[in-house]
């Protein structure tokens, strides 16, 4: 009688939290403000839904960072190199204007002075991925440029002419960027 007694009133009380978090859970869920009442560290912004926590801290000291002269070299390159209006490209580039869509690709081959790849193959890997894609990008994205950063270490000049016959691919030779 004892077991029966202590086995009903804990099962009464599992199902009665169990309901009433259930219950409690419902509540937030589809009236998040029933809790407005309690005190909160967020503060309202412009009437939306949304909260943003708000610590305001003063600056307790001033400190301005001193640029060393590496930093400074960088700084005025790169507002020259703002002012100048150039891609990191070629003149070829230079003269399509700003704010061009690119898509960039970098090719080094097995001869190049950066890497050794041995699948490397002017007319089984370059021509053959590089033809398709010009068209594609030709067709969907027709306002769109290929910036092709190639070292032309062990081409032949007639595989570096075919490149440039390309409308919409710029040359990136990277031994002739003017930048650098």
Request: charged content about 15%; aromatic content about 16%; overall charge neutral.
């Amino acid at each position: 009688m004892v077991n029966y007694y202590c086995r009903h009133l804990y099962g009464c009380r599992w199902f009665c939290l169990t309901i009433f978090f259930i219950v409690g859970f419902l509540t937030y869920a589809f009236h998040p403000d029933i809790l407005s009442f309690l005190p909160s560290k967020y503060t309202k912004v412009n009437n939306i839904k949304s909260y943003v926590p708000v610590i305001i801290e003063p600056s307790t000291s001033p400190e301005v960072k001193q640029l060393n002269s590496e930093e400074e070299k960088q700084s005025y390159t790169y507002e020259n190199f703002i002012q100048w209006n150039r891609s990191l490209c070629s003149i070829q580039s230079d003269h399509r204007g700003p704010n061009q869509k690119v898509i960039s690709i970098s090719v080094y081959g097995s001869s190049s002075n950066y890497t050794d790849n041995g699948m490397f193959g002017w007319d089984t890997s370059i021509f053959s991925f590089l033809i398709p894609l010009a068209n594609e990008v030709k067709l969907l994205l027709p306002s769109w440029i290929i910036r092709l950063y190639i070292d032309f270490t062990g081409s032949t000049k007639s595989q570096q002419n075919f490149l440039y016959n390309f409308s919409n691919i710029d040359i990136c030779d990277i031994h002739n960027i003017s930048m650098f």
